[in-house]
Nanobody, 118 residues
């Protein structure tokens, strides 16, 4: 099983990034997917989650209206479009897979760093 994140980097406040998480080794279309983030010295927080069919979505209050989670089951990939980025969005972003929507995560990626700074 592999989850490989990409798309992180350094961006100015107000900018945008699109994260991708490519999955392999399991039946992607049967798993709910989530994005989490962890800032230095803080706990890991759920950012967004999407069910296996992409029809049920959850966002943390802090990112509602700015971030969009989506998935392409044909390409075994989940995305996180991040707009209007703020310095407080700086963190390592990781994707996870779970057979249950909003579950604790059975499989995890290594994460990608997002830094929002001028």
């Amino acid at each position: 099983v592999q989850l490989v994140e990409s798309g992180g980097g350094l961006v100015q406040p107000g900018g945008s990034l699109r994260l991708s998480c490519a999955a392999s080794g399991f039946i992607f279309s049967s798993f709910a997917m989530s994005w989490y983030r962890q800032a230095p010295g803080k706990e890991r927080d759920l950012v967004a989650a999407v069910n296996s069919r992409g029809r049920t979505i959850h966002y943390a209050d802090s990112v509602k209206g700015r971030f969009t989670i989506s998935r392409d089951n044909a390409k075994n990939t989940v995305f996180l479009q991040m707009n209007s980025l703020k310095p407080e969005d700086t963190a390592v972003y990781s994707c996870s897979a779970d057979q249950w929507y909003m579950g604790p995560g059975q499989y995890w990626g290594q994460g990608t760093q997002v830094t929002v700074s001028s």
